[in-house]
């Protein structure tokens, strides 16, 4: 089965900082990849997401991801976080032949200070 | 247009008993999903449904937990009976079918077992 791995559990950075979090996943085929972000409260929201192609996707709200594709990897990043980005972020992964089974990572908790 | 509906939104049981969680899908969406999100963890999926045919339920505990989608329309999760590892966020998502683009996440139902 496929293993998606967020390294970083709780971040916290102060507004205007850089923002990189890991995810890495277990599966050596054809793999979709997604970033999801989760508001206090809200449902799980789609930021971005990669099919095939440009390895770097750029998404909503300025954040983008780049696959890379020998290390297993689909990094988060944003240049300079604002507090309105608190939330918690998780990356997913879906098998190329099964589209929709998602597995997701445990999740990256972001605490933006004002 | 509207999103994916879930009632109730919180629910307490005491463990042994047993509890239904219901999910209205994004109309028109063919496919629906319940995940089973543990505090801690990212969503986990439990089945899959296209129209009214169960997809992939490899993932579902069968012996105390069952799903329908009779009508290929909305559907109801069962938990009977409920122990306290059970307790998590039931999470329904609906696309408009298999490999399609749109996958909406609903907001939840919090189940507590005590």
């Known amino acids: 089965a496929q293993s998606v791995s967020q390294h970083n559990h709780h971040v916290i950075l102060s507004e205007a900082a850089s923002l990189e979090l890991g995810c890495n996943y277990s599966y050596g085929g054809t793999v979709n990849l997604f970033w999801y972000v989760q508001y206090p409260g809200q449902h799980l929201q789609l930021l971005l997401k990669y099919f095939s192609g440009d390895p770097l996707v750029k998404g909503i709200k300025g954040f983008e991801a780049e696959f890379i594709k020998s290390k297993f990897s689909f990094n988060l990043r944003k240049p300079s976080v604002q507090w309105s980005d608190t939330a918690e972020y998780f990356c997913?992964?879906?098998?190329?032949?099964?589209?929709?089974?998602?597995?997701f990572g445990s999740g990256t908790k972001l605490n933006v200070k004002p | 247009e509207a999103g994916v509906a879930q009632s109730p939104r919180y629910k307490i049981i005491e463990k042994r008993q047993s509890v239904a969680f219901w999910c209205n899908p994004i109309s028109g969406h063919a496919t629906l999903y319940w995940y089973q999100q543990i505090l801690g963890q990212g969503p986990k999926l439990l089945i899959q449904f296209q129209n009214n045919g169960v997809v992939d339920d490899s993932q579902l505990p069968k012996d105390r937990f069952s799903a329908e989608r009779l009508k290929g329309v909305d559907s109801t999760l069962k938990i009977q009976p409920a122990k306290l590892e059970d307790s998590a966020v039931y999470l329904c998502?609906?696309?408009?079918?298999?490999?399609?683009?749109?996958?909406?996440f609903g907001s939840g139902t919090r189940l507590t077992v005590v």
């Open positions: 997913a992964v879906s098998q190329g032949d099964n589209f929709n089974k998602f597995y």
């Open positions: 998502a609906s696309s408009p079918g298999q490999g399609a683009i749109g996958y909406t």
